[in-house]
Antibody, heavy 117, light 108 residues
Framework: VELVESGGGSVKPGESLRLSCVAS????????MSWIRRAPGKGLEWVSY????????YYSDSVKGRFSVSRDNSKNILYLQMNTLRPEDTATYYC???????????WGQGTLVTVSS | SYVLTQPPSVSVPPGQTARITCGGYNIGSNSVHWYQQKTGQAPVLVVFDDSDRPSGIPERFFGSNSENTATLTISGVEAADEADYFC???????????FGGGTTLTVL
């Protein structure tokens, strides 16, 4: 089971970025998937999750209306479209399989997003 | 929104027992999960559903949950256990995920 994120980088406030997470080693379409982030010096913060068929998405209050999660079950890829980025969105973003009684396992290695003018 | 409270830090000598708490209103009625994150690495699930361990996690890691406090107990602490530890629940009322603020474990 492996999750590999990509798409991070350095952007200016107000700009957009799309993260990807490629899954392998399990039946991707059977699982909810999620994004979680950790800002420098801070703790883990849940960002979003999407149901297995992609019909329902949920967001934290801090990103609702700016971020959009989606998935392509034919390609085993999870996405996070991040718009109107703010400096406080600076963090390492992790994708994780969201299974069982709602725990995260495994996690990807993370991708760093830096928002700065 | 639901809040989980953890002590910022816990320090124990090697070989002793570390207890990391996670407080929340009636948390005993939730399933609590615990993650270990070492510096520069991705988080790893160490306890799920209050007290179960994923394969490969040593028996030294033990979870419990009752009333308003969940606890991660690490017995025979080793230098390799130094990390940040986070508790997590799913808030069924909001369909949101909640993490505790995290506890840094230092092995003296």
């Amino acid at each position: 089971v492996e999750l590999v994120e990509s798409g991070g980088g350095s952007v200016k406030p107000g700009e957009s970025l799309r993260l990807s997470c490629v899954a392998s080693g399990f039946k991707f379409s059977d699982y909810y998937m999620s994004w979680i982030r950790r800002a420098p010096g801070k703790g883990l913060e849940w960002v979003s999750y999407i149901t297995s068929n992609g019909d329902n998405m949920y967001y934290s209050d801090s990103v609702k209306g700016r971020f959009s999660v989606s998935r392509d079950n034919s390609k085993n890829i999870l996405y996070l479209q991040m718009n109107t980025l703010r400096p406080e969105d600076t963090a390492t973003y992790y994708c994780a399989r969201y299974g069982g009684i709602r725990w995260f396992d495994p996690w990807g290695q993370g991708t760093l997003v830096t928002v700065s003018s | 929104s639901y809040v989980l409270t953890q002590p910022p830090s816990v320090s124990v000598p090697p070989g002793q027992t570390a207890r990391i708490t996670c407080g929340g209103y009636n948390i005993g009625s939730n399933s609590v999960h615990w993650y270990q994150q070492k510096t520069g690495q991705a988080p790893v699930l160490v306890v799920f559903d209050d007290s179960d361990r994923p394969s490969g996690i040593p028996e030294r890691f033990f979870g419990s949950n009752s009333e308003n406090t969940a606890t991660l107990t690490i017995s025979g602490v080793e230098a390799a256990d130094e990390a940040d530890y986070f508790c997590q629940v799913w808030d069924s009322l909001s369909d949101h995920v909640v993490f505790g603020g995290g506890t840094t474990l230092t092995v003296l």
